[in-house]
């Protein structure tokens, strides 16, 4: 089955960019039909949509996150990334690429990596 | 963005118990509401997709339904593994909002 796998620095300082790639397993990242997804949970809270991008490289941002986000696909690699400039202590969060079924639901997710933002 | 308002915030039951989990849309979303189960450290595992179709795999005492702004989980006889997060989650227009959250916890 599929299966998805964050990876990236757990650090960032204010004012840089934060950079995660998520490898797909399992399955294709080309076949039609799915949106590969960020989403973010802030410590003990609730989960936030950052954004999506289908194979063929549309994107959707969040629009609160808009002006400073940029997700990108490789499909060659089975690859698809975020990158989040400007980041401040409010960025810090539990990030998690997903698998999103448009109308659906998201599954599967994977794993979760921690990015906090300090000095 | 489609605001998605989860009720309780917290419940306390106990194991055996019946409970109902409400979650309302600021606007129609006819039936795209999802439902997840959140484990301490985990990600979100969905238990329902389209507000009343169980994921495969998932026990038959989970139960979704409504339409339109208004939903429900319902989870018939409490086991100890289900004491957790729940949050629902609409698939209808981006940003694909969730709700709150609902901690259940065991009394």
């Known amino acids: 089955q599929v299966q998805l796998l964050e990876s990236g620095p757990g650090l960032v300082k204010p004012s840089q960019t934060l950079s995660l790639t998520c490898t797909v397993s399992?399955?294709?990242?080309?076949?039609?039909?799915?949106?590969w997804s960020w989403i973010r949970q802030h410590p003990g809270k609730g989960l936030e949509w950052i954004g999506y991008i289908y194979y063929s490289g549309t994107t959707y941002y969040n629009p609160s996150l808009k002006s400073r986000l940029t997700i990108s696909i490789n499909t060659s690699k089975s690859q698809f990334s975020l990158r989040l400039d400007s980041v401040t202590a409010a960025d810090t969060a539990v990030y998690y690429c997903a698998r999103f079924h448009p109308l659906g639901s998201v599954d599967p997710w994977g794993q979760g990596t921690l990015v906090t933002v300090s000095s | 963005d489609i605001q998605m308002t989860q009720s309780p915030s917290s419940l306390s039951a106990s194991v055996g118990d019946r409970v109902t989990i409400t979650c309302r849309a600021s606007q129609s979303i006819p039936s795209y509401l999802n439902w997840y189960q959140q484990k301490p450290g985990k990600a979100p595992n969905v238990l329902i997709h389209?507000?009343?179709i169980l994921q495969s795999g998932v026990p038959s005492r989970f139960r979704g339904s409504g339409s339109g702004t208004d939903f429900t989980l319902t989870i018939s006889g409490l086991q100890p593994e289900d004491f957790t997060t729940y949050y629902c989650?609409?698939?209808?227009?981006?940003?694909?909002?969730f709700g709150q959250g609902t901690k259940l916890e065991i009394k």
């Open positions: 389209d507000a009343s």
């Open positions: 989650q609409q698939s209808f227009s981006p940003p694909y909002t």
């Open positions: 399992g399955g294709s990242i080309s076949s039609g039909g799915y949106y």
